[in-house]
C-alpha cells in the first residue's frame, strides 16, 4: 500500500504538506497542489482512513444503526442519510443489528468515537443509558424518528408527531363512512407505534365512537404478520370495512390477505398505512398513507449530529419535522354501507 511519505518523495514536498493539500487546508501553491496530486495519481495513493481516526482522534465518517436493514424503510432513510452526509464531506456507516440489542452494544463500543465521530440511532433496542454511556466516550448519538414530541426523551433526537399521523389516517376513514374498522399495530402493547395506534384512537373518541379491542391486533412489523393478523380478523369480524395499520408493511400484508379471500380492497374493504415508504407506491391498489418527511428527517438528524461534533448545539436537543400528510391512492373509498 502506498504511504504518504512516498508521496512526498514523489512530489518532492513534506508529509505535511502532501496532507495540507489532501485536506484542502493550509496555504499550499497553485504549482505544488498540482505535483501533488499528480503524485498521487500515479502512485494511486489512498488515505487510510482508520489511521488517520487514530492520529487526529477523529473519524471521518458518521454512523447510522438500524434494527433491520430487512424492513425497506431503513434504506430509504439511509440513502437520504447517506446524500446529506456527503454533502458535507462524510461518509456513512449502516449498522443493522438485527434486533438484536447485543449486536447494537457491540456496535456502540467498537465504532463510536473511533470508526465514526458520531451515530444515529432507529429503534436500535438500546437503552438511553447505554446510548449515553457512547456519549460519555465523546462519540454523539441521536435518536431518530423519535415518535413522542411532547416527551422529549435524555438524548439529542429528531423527532416525528406520530400521534398526529394515527389521527389523520383515522379521521380519513371516518370521514368516508367508516365505522367497523379492525386495527393493526406493528408493534407490542405499548411499543414504539403505540403513539400511532392512540391517534387513531383519539380521532374515533372525536367522531363519537369507540374502537372495540377485540378489533385490535398488536403483530410484528412485517408484511407477513400484517396478512396473517388480517385473515384471523376478518374470520372473527367479517363485517369489517375498512383497516388502520400503524405503518405500511402490515397494510401490505391486510391487501394481499383481502385479495386472497376473494375481497376487493377498496370496494370490499378500504386499508390505509402510515409512513409512505417506496412499496405504497407501488402496490396494486396503490396504497393510501400518511406520509412521514423521511428524507427531510434524514437530512434534519445529519445537520444536528454535526452541530453536535462541531460543539455549536446544546447537548439535549429535540428539533420536531413537519406534519406527517395524509396520501390518498385506490386503497381507500366509501364504506359500503354509506
Keep these: 500500500m502506498t504511504t504518504l511519505s512516498e508521496v512526498a518523495r514523489l512530489a518532492g514536498v513534506t508529509s505535511a504538506t502532501v496532507s495540507n493539500v489532501l485536506r484542502q487546508r493550509g496555504k499550499v ?27 487526529e482522534g477523529r473519524a471521518p465518517t458518521l454512523a447510522l444503526m438500524v434494527s433491520s436493514i430487512a424492513n425497506p424503510f431503513y434504506p430509504e432513510f439511509a440513502l437520504a442519510a447517506e446524500r446529506a452526509a456527503r454533502a ?13 440489542p447485543e449486536t447494537g452494544r457491540a456496535y456502540l463500543e467498537q ?21 449515553r454511556k457512547a456519549q460519555q466516550r465523546g462519540a454523539p448519538v441521536v435518536l431518530c424518528m423519535w415518535e413522542k414530541p411532547d416527551a422529549p426523551p435524555e438524548l439529542p433526537c429528531i423527532a416525528v408527531n406520530f400521534h398526529e399521523a394515527g389521527a389523520i389516517a383515522g379521521r380519513h376513514l371516518i370521514g368516508l363512512g367508516h365505522r367497523r374498522i379492525g386495527a393493526l399495530v406493528g408493534s407490542k402493547k405499548g411499543g414504539i407505534h403505540a403513539e400511532r395506534y392512540q391517534g387513531y384512537l383519539d380521532a374515533c373518541a372525536d367522531a363519537g365512537f369507540r374502537h ?9 412489523d412485517t408484511v407477513e404478520a400484517g396478512y396473517q393478523a388480517t385473515m384471523s380478523m376478518l ?24 385479495a386472497d379471500m376473494g375481497l376487493n380492497v377498496p370496494r370490499d374493504i378500504s386499508v390505509i398505512g402510515i409512513t409512505d415508504i417506496q412499496w405504497a407506491r407501488v402496490s396494486r391498489p396503490a396504497l393510501t398513507t400518511v406520509a412521514v418527511p423521511t428524507a427531510s428527517a434524514a437530512e434534519m438528524a445529519i445537520d444536528l449530529l454535526l452541530a453536535l461534533i462541531n460543539r455549536s448545539s446544546a447537548s439535549s436537543p429535540m428539533r420536531v419535522t413537519a406534519t406527517p400528510q395524509l396520501v390518498e391512492r385506490a386503497s381507500t373509498a366509501i364504506a359500503r354501507e354509506a
Excluded at 88 to 100: M, S
Aim: hydrophobic residues 45%.
Design 212 to 220: 372495540p379491542q377485540n378489533r385490535t391486533r398488536f403483530i410484528a
Design 111 to 131: 465504532i463510536a468515537g473511533t470508526l465514526s465521530d458520531g451515530v444515529l440511532i432507529m429503534n436500535a433496542n438500546l437503552s438511553i443509558d447505554e446510548l
Design 235 to 258: 374470520a372473527s369480524s367479517p363485517q369489517l370495512t375498512a383497516i388502520f395499520a400503524s405503518n405500511d408493511l402490515p397494510a401490505l400484508g391486510a391487501m394481499n390477505a383481502i
Design 29 to 55: 501553491g497553485e504549482q505544488t497542489r498540482l505535483r501533488v496530486l499528480a503524485a498521487v495519481e500515479e502512485l494511486g495513493y489512498r488515505p487510510h482512513l482508520t489511521a488517520r481516526a487514530l492520529a
Design 88 to 100: 458535507h464531506g462524510r461518509f456513512l456507516i449502516v449498522c443493522n443489528t438485527n434486533d438484536d
